[in-house]
């Protein structure tokens, strides 16, 4: 009999050492579900499942079930979950640096060059990253950065008066707003689309791709045919969690982001061509600014770094996004 339970008691204890290696991250996502981002991080999940043996699983809540970027960023430090994929303005709440690819008029849309300066800028972004205690699993670029209006807008002069959607707590757009002098309304991301429903606001700014997502393109009647901006994203994991994957099981799992992270960069280009041919068959009209002002988008750019440097990121990391150009 004794030796029965000890048999037990010696199974039970090794089942519990089994279950005490296993590590559940679980990672909130503003993305809709059936989105190619949504498709590429489920099979990561099931790789990483099949690769570590079900040591290491990852559970993806989209479509902000877990509320706005924000709010994930909050979880995650207060160990609600275990991580998020992040869009600037939050990446820029935990290293600021990081926004220098975001600035206002910097690459004249072209994204290849923008893609390449934040793969230069890579390691320099991610010790900022570990320096705020989270793990980098990739960057992934979402995209030139388009204006939308629900009313026509042939140059910047006619966008005073305007109320514009700005993301509430995006220094970026904060301070690109002010240098225009223009009106804005800082609301969460999840309210845009009610909000141009009701004329909360009139116009409002993504990459192609994120209006059709978020359904914005039935709201609006004009885009401007210049990007204002370059967008980029990163899959964080909080070192809260990501300290109790072994290293052999990190190593996994990072080389497994490579490979879907590069998907994802893959489909977001196409669904962005596509995205921009579909806002377009909609009956969204296309607009393109004067010359003289795009011209004069450039000294807007300086105005904005000068006001932006030291306070959103270095004078270092301004330096060196500067030089790669």
Excluded at 24 to 35: C, S
Excluded at 189 to 214: C, F, N, Q, R
Excluded at 278 to 283: D, H, L, V
Aim: overall charge positive; cysteine-free; glycine content about 8%.
């Amino acid at each position: 009999m004794k030796i029965k339970v000890l048999f037990y008691v010696v199974a039970l204890l090794l089942t519990l050492s089994v279950e005490a290696k296993k590590v559940r991250i679980k990672v909130g996502v503003l993305a809709p579900e059936g989105t190619n981002w949504a498709k590429h991080m489920k099979k990561f999940g099931k790789e990483v499942k099949k690769a570590t043996d079900n040591q290491v699983r990852f559970k993806f809540y989209f479509g902000g079930a877990q509320g706005d970027e924000h709010d994930v960023l909050r979880k995650i430090r207060v160990g609600q979950l275990g991580g998020g994929v992040f869009t600037g303005k939050t990446l820029g709440e935990i290293a600021g640096d990081v926004r220098v690819v975001e600035i206002p008029f910097v690459f004249g849309g072209d994204r290849a060059k923008a893609w390449s300066t934040v793969e230069k800028l890579g390691p320099y972004f991610n010790k900022k990253i570990e320096k705020a205690e989270f793990a980098n699993l990739g960057f992934f670029e979402l995209g030139m950065v388009y204006f939308v209006s629900q009313k026509n807008t042939p140059d910047l002069n006619s966008l005073k008066g305007l109320k514009i959607w700005s993301w509430e707590g995006d220094k970026i757009v904060a301070t690109m707003i002010d240098s225009m002098k223009l009106s804005a309304v800082p609301l969460a991301l999840p309210d845009v689309l009610s909000s141009l429903s009701t004329g909360i606001i009139e116009a409002a700014y993504a990459p192609p791709m994120g209006m059709v997502a978020l359904q914005w393109n039935t709201k609006i009647k004009y885009l401007v045919d210049f990007p204002i901006a370059y967008s980029v994203g990163a899959f964080l994991v909080g070192d809260k969690v990501w300290k109790k994957v072994s290293p052999e099981h990190k190593k996994v799992i990072n080389d497994l982001a490579k490979v879907y992270l590069k998907k994802v960069n893959d489909s977001n280009i196409a669904d962005n061509v596509e995205a921009l041919k579909q806002i377009k068959a909609s009956g969204v009209q296309f607009i393109k600014f004067p010359d003289a002002d795009v011209k004069r988008s450039q000294g807007m750019r300086e105005d904005i770094m000068k006001k932006l440097k030291g306070k959103l990121f270095s004078g270092e990391a301004l330096n060196k996004m500067l030089k790669t150009l």
